[in-house]
């Protein structure tokens, strides 16, 4: 079963990102219904999957057969260029390039990894303390939460030029994530 | 900024902001360049770790189906070989994973054994899936530590994901450029970002269970502090694990135990038994799970236990089970992508190569720009091709020595043979960074196929399977093939 429902998502996938593809290529707007229609198939394959296969399973098989046949159209779809430079339509934003300061880097450093995880779990615990439902279930989506908040202070703290800024955020959202979570699992 | 670019601009975020995280994605994904592309390439292998096993040790049964009997026998024949105080766990034939197999565990004790469809026995010690494995898991480091930089791996990973999306305005005016040849730089990033974004799902869903599994065990430290400062780890641990049953050492004969695994069918019709678990093997206490599994669930949500008397202990069923039970049983599946045959684990091996590009082409690409702005980093360029492709032959190397030396220390050859490369590679100032990488992927290639002969020829005498050998050729004859396609059309820098 497992085969052909991979088979099936795997071409849904392929119809869909071809699709979009087609109304991409117009550029002008002027194909609604090839848009609707490659969404729908995207989108309803990992629906019905998920009925069919299960609420879990079928839609994480869904999302990755359905990417795996987007970019089988992606390749399909690959052009050769010949220029080998650069032209300014084709090029892509440019890091911000700052001084290297040494401090500078340390405290970024320290920001987005010691601290960045302090404040992450701050919050996340206190999630955890004040969510309702099973200590299951609220340890586990704390759990969850807590990576995926470490990640966007990384990513804040190392774009943020005002390290001031970043460094009281995250000491103040450690105080008060911890502190809460103290005072409400004391309670 | 003029009023025709402020029109043209359509992104939530300032230009300004927009080259401010992309350089957060640069410092970041430069810094863990290294570790992601092991992990993510370790892990790639890890999905077919049950294939893997099964080509290291050829000769391997591989029951399509077990019978209750010859479950109870494997169990039986099991507890003769070994030490008190081990466990038992028999995973059963299932439409997800081919093969029955047994595994003994306790803190100091570890065997595993395949289980043929009669009940027999036989060993299946697969060194080099287990070094992989670990080496995926922990980098060979004392566990906490090892699994903890893993875990900060998924947090960079997560991280580079949303800075990846956010700095890429363009990201669905360019959802279908694929621009090959040309401009290097182009080229690599339109592999970036389409392999990028088709699959971020696939990507995301790696790096969220993935940190959280490398970082559970501080996530746990810092509750059971946080919660139970009395209890400690343990109490948090006791939420999630059924209490032991009460000490009581003396001897008892193993229950019948065809007859509990029926009775688990029996009282979970929709279910099938899948796992059989045994603790404290010919003691009073006893306890013997049977754990089964529904077609539409992630996660095994049935279980019976029962006593050494053969008496039911407890039982649980789907509405039994929490929320977060259920969640954490599922990430382990949802990260190996063990739970749906060989369709779902080569899909993962296909996209886990897709992240293994995703991570390469990101430092090419800083590569890349640095040499078209007139500063070329040529000690950068020799060591990334050392990683890149001095891994997989490393790896490759590992499995080899592994057939002929079971007994070697796989993690210090590994790791002597990687500092070695990437020095080797910092030193060779002649050779520059390109050719170093054709060699390397060269050098992968011939061992491909060395591998595969070697495997294959000790393998078809014994009837065992050559998928792996073939996959291994296949991969020896892209890399050929795309060795000749870069000749006849090279890139330009």
Redo the contacts between chains.
């Keep these: 079963?497992?085969?052909w429902a991979?088979?099936l998502l795997l071409a849904g996938g392929a119809l869909g990102?071809f699709l979009?593809?087609r109304s991409?290529?117009q550029r002008d707007g002027s194909a609604p219904g090839m848009i609707a229609g490659g969404w729908f198939v995207l989108l309803g394959l990992v629906l019905a999957s998920a009925f069919l296969?299960?609420?879990?399973?079928?839609t994480?098989?869904a999302?990755?057969?359905e990417?795996?046949g987007?970019?089988l159209?992606?390749?399909q779809?690959?052009?050769?260029?010949?220029?080998?430079?650069?032209r300014d339509a084709?090029a892509?934003?440019?890091?911000?390039?700052?001084p290297g300061r040494f401090w500078r880097g340390v405290l970024?450093t320290l920001l987005?990894g010691p601290l960045g995880m302090t404040a992450a779990?701050g919050v996340a615990?206190c999630v955890?303390?004040y969510l309702p439902?099973?200590?299951?279930?609220?340890?586990?989506?704390?759990?969850?939460l807590?990576?995926?908040l470490?990640?966007?202070a990384?990513?804040?703290t190392?774009?943020?030029?005002r390290l001031l800024r970043a460094t009281a955020v995250l000491v103040g959202a450690s105080v008060i994530g911890?502190g809460l979570?103290?005072l409400g699992?004391s309670a | 900024m003029s009023n025709t670019r402020k029109k043209q601009w359509r992104w939530p975020i300032s230009p300004e902001t927009v080259r401010s995280v992309l350089s957060s994605h640069s410092i970041l994904g430069l810094a863990f360049a290294a570790v992601i592309y092991l992990v993510c390439l370790t892990g790639t292998l890890a999905v077919f770790a049950p294939d893997l096993e099964r080509w290291e040790v050829p000769a391997t049964p591989v029951a399509r189906t077990l019978s209750d009997a010859a479950a109870a026998r494997a169990l039986a024949e099991g507890a003769k070989h070994i030490p008190a105080d081990t466990a038992l766990y028999l995973a059963l034939p299932t439409p997800a994973k081919e093969g029955a197999s047994l595994t003994a565990f306790s803190p100091t004790f570890e065997r595993k054994w395949a289980v043929a469809e009669d009940g027999s026995l036989s060993d299946l010690e697969a060194v080099w899936t287990e070094f992989l494995i670990h080496l995926h898991v922990n980098l060979h480091l004392p566990r906490s530590w090892g699994e903890f930089i893993v875990g900060l791996t998924g947090v960079a990973l997560l991280s580079s994901l949303v800075s990846g999306i956010l700095a890429h305005p363009r990201v669905l005016r360019d959802a279908f450029h694929l621009r090959l040849g040309g401009s290097r730089r182009l080229q690599e990033a339109d592999l970036h970002n389409r392999l990028g974004i088709w699959a971020l799902p696939f990507h995301f869903t790696l790096a969220l269970t993935g940190a959280l599994l490398g970082l559970s065990t501080i996530i746990v430290a810092v509750l059971a502090l946080l919660l139970y400062p009395e209890g400690g780890m343990k109490k948090v641990y006791e939420l999630f694990l059924d209490a032991p049953p009460p000490v009581d050492a003396r001897a008892a004969p193993m229950p019948d135990v065809a007859a509990l695994i029926a009775e688990a069918r029996a009282r979970a019709p929709e279910a099938a038994p899948q796992n059989v678990v045994v603790e404290r093997p010919g003691r009073a206490d006893m306890r013997v799970t049977v754990t089964s599994g529904r077609a539409k669930l992630l996660v095994q949500q049935d279980e019976t236990k029962f006593d050494a008397g053969g008496r039911i202990a407890g039982e649980e069923h789907p509405q039994d089970f929490v929320t977060g039970t259920r969640i954490l049983g599922g990430i382990g599946q949802l990260h190996f992508g063990w739970y749906g045959g060989l369709p779902v684990r080569i899909a993962y091996g296909l996209l886990g190569i897709a992240l293994c590009v995703v991570t390469s082409s990101g430092v090419t690409i800083w590569l890349a720009r640095r040499r078209g702005r007139g500063r070329p980093a040529p000690q950068w360029e020799r060591i990334w091709a050392a990683v890149c492709w001095g891994q997989p032959v490393i790896l490759t190397l590992t499995a080899l020595l592994s057939w002929f030396a079971p007994e070697a220390s796989l993690p210090t050859v590994w790791l002597v043979l990687t500092v070695l490369s990437i020095m080797a590679s910092a030193l060779a100032r002649t050779v520059p960074g390109p050719s170093l990488a054709r060699i390397w992927r060269r050098a992968l290639a011939a061992l491909l196929v060395v591998l595969a002969l070697i495997h294959g020829a000790a393998a078809l005498p014994k009837g065992g399977s050559l998928l792996v050998d073939g996959l291994l050729m296949a991969g020896a004859l892209a890399l050929f093939a795309g060795e000749l396609r870069t000749r006849a059309k090279p890139v330009a820098a």
Excluded: C, Y
């Excluded at chain 1, 439902?133 to 969850?144: A, M, Q, S, W, Y």
């Design positions: 079963m497992i085969v991979s088979l990102a979009l593809r991409w290529q296969i299960g609420p879990v399973k079928g994480a098989l999302l990755v057969m990417g795996i987007a970019l159209v992606i390749w779809g690959r052009v050769r260029r010949k220029a080998a430079r650069l084709e892509a934003p440019e890091p911000l390039e700052e970024r987005a779990m615990f955890t303390v439902g099973d200590p299951r279930t609220r340890i586990v989506l704390g759990g969850l807590m990576p995926v470490w990640g966007l990384m990513t804040w190392l774009a943020d030029r911890f979570a103290h699992a």
